[in-house]
């Protein structure tokens, strides 16, 4: 399933595979100027290839390397002749097989083929915008934002919801929380939220996941200092967590942001 919107020049494709004519996950790509950012998951190969035959897509990027962004990027390599590009951390993923994927990813987005990349310089161009690439760590160590001062930012994982009740296992909250503070100084009007599509008082949104996160983090601590172990901390933290736990195997839970919050800073 996919739905088209428009943002002035922008194209925000939604896209979800379906189970019984509902959409299971959200997620989306955009096009600006002939610029695919990012590729939807493989398991909609099919609607991909179809989208972009329409399109003109002349060069396509990656927000990060996780299989719901990049997951078409061999198709439109094969298909249209073009290298994508990423971050320098994500091509050497990228360009391997996912060893072993969780039950929940293969069932949500597919296993994506290995594509060659070609790394991001500090700037993106189109014939009509140029783009600043901000690496922002720690949604995915390889994450970028696109910067366009003149139109907002694609923000790519980094936003998504203002409050989060789990975090991913391998996400580094640290680098998540320097990051949102270098997106949150450019004071972006518009964010371009692959899960979300426009989403508008983007440093105001930014600063209250911000806000969000720094107040989760001394709560943590100080349940810490009381001499809670991990397990207890994660249990005295608001919100159940229990429905992502049981259907990610554990891979997103509030216990994760508890062993994030406690690693020491790299
Ligand atoms: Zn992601
Ligand atoms: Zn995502």
């Not at 987005?109 to 161009?125: K, N, Q």
Request: charged share 25%.
């Amino acid at each position: 399933m996919i739905h088209s919107l428009a943002y002035g020049d922008f194209r925000y494709f939604r896209m979800a595979r379906t189970f019984l004519g509902r959409a299971l996950y959200w997620t989306g790509v955009y096009l600006v100027d002939g610029l695919l950012v990012d590729s939807g998951p493989p398991n909609l190969a099919r609607d991909v290839r179809r989208l972009v035959s329409e399109l003109g897509v002349r060069q396509c990027v990656t927000t990060h390397s996780h299989e719901d962004h990049s997951g078409n990027h061999a198709l439109l390599a094969g298909a249209l002749r073009i290298t994508p590009l990423a971050h320098a951390v994500a091509a050497g993923r990228l360009a391997q097989r996912d060893a072993a994927p969780q039950l929940y990813r293969r069932l949500a987005w597919g296993v994506r083929e290995p594509v060659h990349v070609a790394a991001l310089g500090d700037w993106l161009e189109t014939p009509h915008h140029r783009f600043q690439v901000i690496h922002t760590p720690g949604h995915a160590p390889d994450h970028v934002a696109l910067w366009e001062p003149r139109r907002g930012l694609f923000s790519g994982d980094l936003y998504v919801a203002p409050k989060l009740r789990y975090l991913r296992a391998d996400e580094d909250v640290h680098a998540m929380i320097e990051s949102l503070r270098r997106l949150i100084a450019l004071e972006p009007v518009a964010l371009f939220c692959q899960h979300r599509g426009q989403v508008e008082h983007g440093s105001t949104r930014l600063r209250h996941k911000l806000e969000f996160l720094l107040e989760l983090g001394e709560r943590i601590q100080a349940l810490r200092g009381r001499g809670l172990d991990e397990a207890e901390i994660a249990r005295a933290l608001p919100g159940s967590d229990l429905f992502w736990r049981l259907w990610t195997g554990g891979d997103f839970s509030k216990r994760n942001f508890v062993t994030a919050f406690l690693r020491p800073r790299s």
